[in-house]
DNA sequence: GACCTAAACTCCTCTACATGAGTAACGCTA
DNA sequence: TAGCGTTACTCATGTAGAGGAGTTTAGGTC
């Protein structure tokens, strides 16, 4: 019998989330629908129906689970954690054509598709002309594209080019700018890169957010901002990326010399 | 008067939360004690306590107050954003004798102190283990401390490294290492870095680290793991770090050569 | 002044109930 | 068959009230 009515000290709805998030561990209950309704929990446990809903709004809160209106409450499955290497912007993977996403979901095992939801220019937003060290409000080549991993959206970025090097290259207009990615075409037409500066922040999501990557309000994000410098000394392509932040792991290799 | 009981399809709650968060946003509540109490609140907008704890428990999954039990609720006043450069690794600072962590709070204006929880031996952990490349359960130097900007915790660190590295390098049981840290102490005994391997997770933080870094329950945190490896092959640290995700910035460059 | 106690405040947990609203399945009707 | 409504489930919101547990303060005692 799930006796829960010890008096641990800890608070009832606390020990029935804990019951249930063990029982999820332990695949007692599968990823799937499972979860009894509440009803059913008010039964089991011998509680009133308010504190089975915050013992369920904890197992939300920690990712377990999620409920929807009028059907019930499923335990999540959670996508397959995705490692996001420094790696990946080395040069020979550019020349050997791989495009820095789908390479990764492949190695993990996953189905990866991306979605572009615009291509073409824009006025840059003050920040981003700032990064670009144009002045604001220019006309900039905006790409903003939507990651899928097994067919749920895990990640959406959107990359900003000054005009002036974006306009020669047709390829940066297209949905997909071909192997080895932006910064392959970039190379081939005269943009050595020099290094990539990335920026990681962490914050909860944003209302927009949790829809456009299906997440659960108040979920923590990884909003990660990179800048990409030439050889020339010139930031000529910056990338904001937004990521649901339990299915990321960021990996950066750092020399320790001067 | 506020004069929230329009039917505008919002849940109350919702409206009532909503209401606090522009008059947060607007300053009208400054920063420090401000939000009125529970029962203040009921009066206000005519409620019953269920509804006004609810728009307060939005208010703090948003971030925007703090709730202590018998006192009250608290505008949240943000503490300034910490950066953390991977350029603090640079082995010029290093020889300059600064102290990664106490060199960038001096940069950023605030006054920073570390607190040693522990320095000695332990058994290493089995993850711990792994990433050393020592058997699992063997002896390991632990380094743990906490640091604090302008006395509020705001990050700890444990250190581990293998006995055999440690035991010949006497500042490594201090408290303090002296000058340029751990890694200064290592390189002076031949254990030269090649290169600092971090890997960034982020999660929601546990009941320990919300106590240990006096967080609210819900607060994202980041977690910093790394490994030092020197010329020779070897991995000589790891360092496990858990910061509040809302209060640093994490910077990287990247060379975009192969 | 130093200490202790009691009261008055705060938020926290829980109960019990009422109502609303979304979803799904069944069976009836056209 | 196709469409429609009823019904029976689900979770969501809200009320009213009780008692518990931390925190602060005021008043009294030593």
Redesign the pocket.
């Known amino acids: 019998m799930s006796a829960v009515s010890r008096d641990s000290?800890?608070?009832?709805?606390?020990?029935i989330a804990d019951d249930l998030a063990q029982q999820i561990r332990a695949k007692v209950l599968a990823p799937g629908e499972q979860?009894?309704?509440?009803?059913?929990?008010m039964d089991r446990y011998?509680?009133?129906?308010?504190?089975?809903?915050?013992a369920?709004?904890e197992l939300r809160a920690t990712g377990l689970i999620e409920?929807?209106?009028?059907?019930?409450?499923y335990v999540k499955n959670r996508p397959p954690v995705r490692r996001k290497s420094s790696d990946r912007f080395r040069r020979s993977h550019r020349l050997a054509g791989k495009a820095a996403y789908l390479a990764e979901a492949e190695q993990a095992g996953s189905t990866a598709s991306v979605r572009v939801l615009y291509v073409g220019p824009v006025d840059a937003p003050e920040e981003i002309a700032e990064r670009l060290a144009v002045p604001a409000g220019a006309k900039v080549l905006a790409r903003r594209r939507l990651y899928f991993s097994d067919g749920i959206p895990t990640e959406e970025a959107i990359s900003y080019l000054p005009w002036d090097v974006a306009k020669d290259i047709p390829e940066l207009f297209e949905e997909n700018p071909g192997g080895g990615g932006i910064y392959a075409r970039l190379e081939e037409h005269g943009h050595q890169l020099k290094e990539l500066a990335e920026t990681v922040r962490v914050r909860l999501a944003t209302k927009q957010e949790t829809v456009a990557l299906s997440l659960s309000p108040g979920s923590p994000i990884i909003h990660l901002t990179r800048n990409a410098e030439s050889e020339a000394g010139r930031v000529v392509e910056v990338c904001d990326t937004i990521m649901a932040a339990d299915q990321f792991v960021l990996d950066y290799r750092i020399p320790a010399g001067d």
């Open positions: 000290g800890k608070p009832r709805y606390l020990q979860v009894p309704s509440e009803a059913d929990l011998a509680v009133s129906q308010g504190t089975v809903r915050k369920m709004t409920t929807h209106h009028g059907k019930g409450s």
